[in-house]
């Protein structure tokens, strides 16, 4: 098909009035079939209606097309209806380009049709530009084993492998220590049910002991992990020292959390009546707590202060007031004060356990943390506990204390840093496990096929446990229930050629996709794994033997786009130029969102779709300045919250880089900006625009811009 020259056919659609009652649709078809290797260029009341669709298979037959582009709505709604159309039609899917002229357009310059038309012409011609230059790709098709490996034997691993187990699936359940239940096997009660811990943990060990489906390894931890979603090899160590191999399609992490130990905080392990929520918890069941007259329970110890536990806890006041109501069962005359600086007993519920504390005469005083509370002992080997009450501007004084008890946070443990380089999964600031998307992708890691529940991310009461571990075994079971997995073909590609084997793919790609690998003459190279690369681009652009390419989003596809992005205006008024990067999943959709809310701003600029900020490479920036545009805008998800864990970052690393060289080149570094736009923030985007925008025109033309020759660049 088509020879060697592409022919691409334009399809351009009025959407009703939504593009068609702004933009001039026939003056944007004539426009399009004046651009390079175009063949045919129609339009379509709605192209994504059936006969819409129809049309768009009828040309490609007809007129030959082997390239495809629609200018209508935004590709991340209708993309896949507009690639599977070429599919059905025989032409490979990845010879598709989108041309966003409603979002992007019509609905964010409904007042100024004549620039909304031009815009318009502008982003056809910068999709036709990528268009000529595509590839058609092939995805890959992976088995999935429908066995899952759960790492953890604490209520939330429990939960999880019977939910899998009960689904039909094959589940080995690995515990590092003897017995299983993690934390649960420590408390006493559960709030707000006040359920008996030891009862629940028996049953649900009772439900997973049953299960034919079900494999559990006690005292044995993982030493090492090879494979990707569907093929995992696990090689497990028993505590004798011997290793086993486990094969699996998923994996999830479950391994808990521990107590803070406040190691000389108010005394502890200084006194021995000085002690922790959990050790108070397990006085309970050994039934040693003795018959106290009073108790100081002291909130926030070690939280919300420290680095690396800046953190609310969440579950510690209710710990507190459950256990301040153990104690008052059990001894209604004992005085039980608690000190907190900010009580989270939040919902129903909750708020209603806090009720039921006062009502039992359990005294709550605020403390503030410049001034916190001081225990001191007594002679009589009681303490004295001094707090300034806030409340009435007091320091008081609570003496003849029987026990101190401190509520501390859950901390990640040293089994779980060690597991995450063994997965290559992250770990988040606060060092518990770090998933793929807080919104989007709660349950799943980045790397495909691996997934989290429970404490091991992040402190979270026994209910909220147990509704994650089902979460995660309903995640888990998608794939292995399919039995296969496809992977878009939007990876990275080394030229083995160019390779010189530094190993700095192999160090900034978050999934391990990339590692080193010696061919049979000796040299390194540099070697993808197509399956466990996800696309961002990271690699690409740090490669400094530009080795490595993205399929789909190539170099050359993007300097395409950036060169067409404007054509140079031979006269009159100036009118900034500016050319956005936005990353496909948070920015794109902000930008999106500005028009879905008809959000108006200046026609100025035009944007390129990238996977990933961490995509836009330094070149890039300087070929728009060289394109004789005035201002580059970077876009990308708000730090913490990249789909590819730390493309932002990247991005925000050369972005800084870029602009000392600017600087450097006499160039006005202000002229590249770089902004975090979410999905939801479409009226920022709409605003960013407008300040640069006005920014730019204070600067006037960049000095690039006028040293190009007149006619400019196309
Ligand atoms: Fe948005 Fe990485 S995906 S910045």
Redesign the pocket.
Known sequence: MGGNMPRVGVFVCHCGVNIGGVIDVPEVVNYAKTLPDVVYADRNLYTCASDGIDSIKEAIKKHNLDRVVVASCTPRTHEPLFRATCEEAGLNKYLFEMASIRELCSWVHAGDPERATEKAKDIVRMAVAKARLLEPQEELEIDVEPSSLIIGGGVAGITAATCLANQGFRVYLIEKELELGGMLRKLHKIFPTQQDASELLKEAIGNLKAHKNITTLTSTVVKDVEGYIGNYRVTVQRKDGKNGELKVGTIIVATGAENFEPMEMYGYRKYENVITQLELEQLFRSGELGRPDRIVMIQCVGAREKEGMAYCSRICCMTAIKNALNIKELYQDTDVYILYRDLQTYGKEYGEYQWKAKEKNIKFIKYVPERPPEVIPQTNGKLTVKIYNVSINEEIKIKDCDLTVLSTPLIQHQAGKELSPILKVPLGSDLFFFEAHYKLRPIDFATDGIYVCGTAHGSKTISESITQACAAASRVAIPMAKKHVRSEAITAQVNEEACIGCGLCEYVCPYGAAELVRKPEGKWVSKINEIMCKG?GDCAVICPAVAIEMRHFKEEQILAQIGTSFLFPAEGEFEPKILVFA?????YAGADLAGVSRIQYPPNVRLIRV????RVDPLFVFKAFRSGIDGVLIT??HPGE???VS??LW?EARYEVVKSWMEKIGMKPERLRLAWISASEGAKFASVIKDMVADMKKLGPSSLTRSLTEGGIR
């Open positions: 961002c990353c496909n999943w948070c920015s996977m990933c900020s961490g990308g998800c990249c789909h590819y493309g932002n991005a």
